[in-house]
């Protein structure tokens, strides 16, 4: 990065703190109303649920030039406690930890099921402009409970991070991942939205009609051959239906202004695409019963190890039930919360876009995102017009969009002994710090995933350059969220700039049983598309072989 690349932003001494940018879920600048209804949201959840919990930690996030930066420091505000205190708190939050798989599932997954349906459903354009104010109210409300029940859920991570320290203790493998491979192979929402693809690819394959619309088209004019023809309006009864239920969701997480899979199928069409041109050993049912088959043979091993030992017995079977809820607590609750909950808040933001048009205070409806807040509310009450501030912060926005900022301002995130810290900032969003390779032709991250890949490399910044990806090559991305999963069936293997241990990328590679290495922070960066490149999972380093 050169000095150039962070102009703008604020340097050590000018900043107080120490601020992470959160590249694994905001890799570019996200519009105002996402940072200020949904980030800070996501701040205020998080803390409510942490201090719920007994953690003394606050999220704080702040947006500079539209990049969303956050740490995980303690709040003054939070009583503090003895030695003797901590003590209790770990024992406490490791307790409280391993009831959170069930807990989603009894508790926390059904509550936000109605919330959820009403907004993706209600008839908001009927409503007047007092009645859309109010609602503006719950929906942000709303946004609030989605984030803290997210907060009381990254616990999930504990657990977790105990049963594999537990399996290197007693079974001391070669490979350091391996423990991870106990988490994988239960059903998932990711798991049913490729499902869902992987049925209607094989739709496509067996109709000589179909199959030649998808060959020779691209995503976007799909749609308007397939409603020539009586087999293609059917093949769109059945997407649509899937998209009903599976189309909630956008490339990211927080930018609410993105358009949802249900507004713009190019996505799901083009993994359809990418689908056919693989075989039956892709299908994400066996690809389920491949990782359920691993996780089994390793937790035999450790039970027949561990025989003759009933406390340690015990105590591996304890953190296997509580950590077996990770993989779909992890999974399900960006189906619903991440992914659904805000592109439901953007139902209900397009349509106060909508009346705001009407209105004359602002000329697109998507302009609505380019407001905070308190300016929505008076929006809706006063009608000042709003055209020349949302100019304004769209080419503030695409300004910002050519910058590469840097990954921390002010002191680096430093070692914290909390269990949930170590969790969540190294384990999942790893942003502790990695030393460097000082070989130009090797990058070091993360081994999140075993075993060693050579191929070519692919630089894929969001899903909607997926299209380049063939089968067998190196995915190099910046991070993953659940609606890449289905591009793990294509792969060979994977490269992260972002991510730890327990990143969504690192959980679903360790699925799919392919090599992979999160946290390079540069991967995008150094490598090239074309290059050839070696994944080493289990060192966690990649190796350009050629460059282009």
Same mark, same amino acid.
């Given at each position: 990065?050169?000095?150039?690349?962070?102009?703008?932003?604020?340097?050590?001494?000018?900043i107080?703190?120490?601020w992470?940018?959160?590249?694994?879920?905001?890799?570019?600048?996200?519009?105002?109303?996402?940072?200020d209804?949904?980030?800070?949201?996501?701040a205020?959840?998080?803390?409510?649920?942490?201090?719920?919990?007994?953690?003394?930690l606050?999220l *704080?996030?702040?947006?500079?030039?539209?990049?969303l930066y956050a740490?995980?420091?303690?709040?003054?505000s939070f009583p503090?406690?003895?030695?003797?205190?901590?003590e209790?708190?770990?024992?406490?939050?490791?307790?409280?930890?391993? *009831?959170?798989?069930?807990?989603? +599932?009894?508790?926390?997954?059904?509550?936000?099921l109605?919330i959820?349906?009403r907004t993706?459903?209600?008839?908001?354009?009927a409503?007047?402009?007092?009645?859309?104010?109010q609602?503006?109210?719950?929906?942000?409300?709303?946004?609030?409970?989605?984030w803290?029940?997210?907060?009381?859920?990254?616990?999930?991570l504990?657990?977790?991070?105990?049963?594999?320290?537990?399996?290197?203790a007693?079974?001391?493998?070669d490979?350091?991942?391996?423990?991870?491979?106990?988490m994988?192979?239960?059903p998932?929402?990711?798991?049913?939205?490729?499902?869902?693809?992987?049925r209607?690819s094989?739709q496509?394959? /067996?109709?000589?009609v179909?199959s030649? +619309?998808?060959?020779s088209?691209?995503p976007?004019?799909v749609l308007?051959?397939?409603?020539t023809t009586?087999e293609? *309006?059917?093949?769109?009864?059945?997407?649509?239906?899937?998209?009903d239920?599976?189309?909630?969701?956008?490339?990211?997480i927080?930018?609410?202004?993105?358009?949802t899979?249900?507004?713009?199928?190019?996505?799901?069409?083009?993994?359809?695409?990418?689908?056919?041109?693989?075989?039956?050993?892709?299908?994400?049912e066996?690809?389920?019963a491949?990782a359920?088959?691993?996780?089994?043979?390793?937790?035999?091993a450790?039970?027949?190890?561990?025989?003759?030992?009933?406390?340690?017995?015990?105590?591996?079977?304890e953190?296997?039930?509580?950590?077996?809820h990770?993989?779909?607590?992890?999974?399900?609750?960006?189906?619903?919360i991440?992914?659904?909950?805000?592109?439901?808040?953007?139902?209900?933001?397009?349509?106060?876009?909508?009346?705001l048009?009407?209105?004359g205070?602002i000329?697109? +409806?998507?302009?609505?995102?380019?407001?905070?807040k308190?300016?929505l509310?008076?929006?809706l009450?006063?009608?000042?017009?709003?055209?020349?501030?949302?100019?304004? *912060?769209?080419?503030?926005?695409?300004?910002?969009?050519?910058?590469v900022p840097?990954p921390?301002? /002010?002191?680096?995130?430093?070692?914290?002994a909390?269990?949930?810290?170590?969790?969540?900032?190294?384990?999942?969003?790893?942003?502790?710090?990695?030393?460097?390779?000082?070989?130009?032709n090797?990058?070091?991250?993360?081994g999140?995933?075993?075993?060693?890949?050579?191929?070519?490399?692919?630089?894929?910044?969001?899903?909607?350059e997926?299209?380049?990806?063939q089968?067998?090559?190196?995915?190099?991305?910046?991070?993953?969220?659940?609606?890449?999963?289905?591009l793990?069936?294509?792969?060979g293997?994977v490269?992260?700039d972002?991510?730890?241990?327990?990143?969504?990328?690192a959980?679903?590679?360790?699925?799919?049983?392919?090599?992979?290495?999160?946290?390079?922070?540069?991967?995008?960066?150094?490598?090239?598309?074309?290059?050839?490149?070696?994944?080493?999972?289990?060192?966690?380093?990649?190796?350009?072989?050629?460059?282009?």
């Amino acid at each position: 990065m050169t000095a150039r690349q962070h102009d703008g932003f604020p340097v050590q001494g000018e900043i107080d703190g120490y601020w992470d940018w959160d590249k694994i879920h905001a890799p570019r600048p996200l519009t105002p109303l996402a940072g200020d209804a949904i980030v800070m949201a996501m701040a205020e959840g998080f803390t409510i649920a942490q201090h719920a919990f007994g953690s003394p930690l606050a999220l *704080r996030c702040r947006m500079v030039n539209n990049y969303l930066y956050a740490t995980f420091c303690p709040d003054e505000s939070f009583p503090a406690q003895s030695s003797q205190d901590v003590e209790r708190y770990v024992q406490e939050l490791e307790r409280i930890a391993a *009831r959170t798989g069930e807990r989603w +599932v009894k508790e926390w997954e059904p509550s936000l099921l109605p919330i959820l349906h009403r907004t993706r459903t209600a008839d908001f354009l009927a409503m007047s402009d007092d009645e859309l104010a109010q609602e503006l109210e719950t929906q942000l409300q709303n946004v609030v409970s989605y984030w803290t029940i997210h907060g009381w859920i990254n616990l999930s991570l504990v657990p977790a991070t105990a049963l594999m320290e537990f399996y290197n203790a007693e079974m001391q493998p070669d490979d350091l991942n391996e423990a991870w491979q106990l988490m994988q192979g239960y059903p998932t929402k990711s798991l049913e939205t490729s499902k869902g693809l992987w049925r209607l690819s094989q739709q496509v394959k /067996g109709s000589v009609v179909l199959s030649k +619309v998808f060959e020779s088209l691209q995503p976007s004019e799909v749609l308007d051959a397939l409603d020539t023809t009586e087999e293609g *309006r059917q093949f769109l009864v059945d997407l649509r239906a899937f998209l009903d239920d599976f189309g909630w969701r956008s490339d990211g997480i927080y930018e609410v202004a993105d358009p949802t899979w249900r507004e713009d199928p190019a996505i799901p069409l083009n993994t359809i695409q990418g689908y056919l041109a693989l075989d039956d050993e892709h299908n994400p049912e066996h690809t389920l019963a491949r990782a359920t088959a691993r996780r089994e043979e390793l937790a035999d091993a450790v039970r027949m190890k561990l025989s003759g030992d009933p406390a340690k017995l015990t105590r591996f079977n304890e953190l296997m039930d509580a950590a077996q809820h990770n993989l779909r607590v992890t999974e399900d609750h960006s189906f619903w919360i991440d992914q659904m909950g805000t592109a439901a808040f953007r139902r209900f933001c397009l349509d106060v876009g909508q009346r705001l048009v009407d209105k004359g205070i602002i000329g697109d +409806v998507d302009d609505v995102f380019f407001l905070y807040k308190e300016e929505l509310r008076a929006a809706l009450r006063e009608g000042k017009p709003g055209h020349e501030t949302v100019a304004e *912060r769209r080419a503030e926005k695409d300004r910002w969009a050519q910058v590469v900022p840097p990954p921390h301002l /002010g002191v680096p995130t430093p070692n914290n002994a909390d269990p949930f810290f170590v969790a969540i900032v190294d384990k999942m969003l790893g942003l502790l710090p990695i030393e460097p390779s000082t070989d130009p032709n090797v990058i070091s991250g993360v081994g999140a995933s075993p075993g060693v890949v050579r191929g070519t490399a692919k630089v894929v910044r969001s899903l909607t350059e997926a299209s380049k990806l063939q089968a067998g090559d190196i995915m190099v991305c910046e991070m993953t969220v659940p609606t890449w999963v289905p591009l793990f069936a294509t792969v060979g293997a994977v490269v992260a700039d972002s991510g730890g241990i327990l990143s969504h990328c690192a959980i679903v590679a360790r699925e799919f049983h392919l090599p992979a290495v999160v946290g390079t922070m540069v991967g995008t960066d150094v490598i090239k598309d074309g290059m050839t490149v070696t994944v080493d999972g289990s060192k966690g380093i990649v190796r350009i072989e050629e460059r282009k």
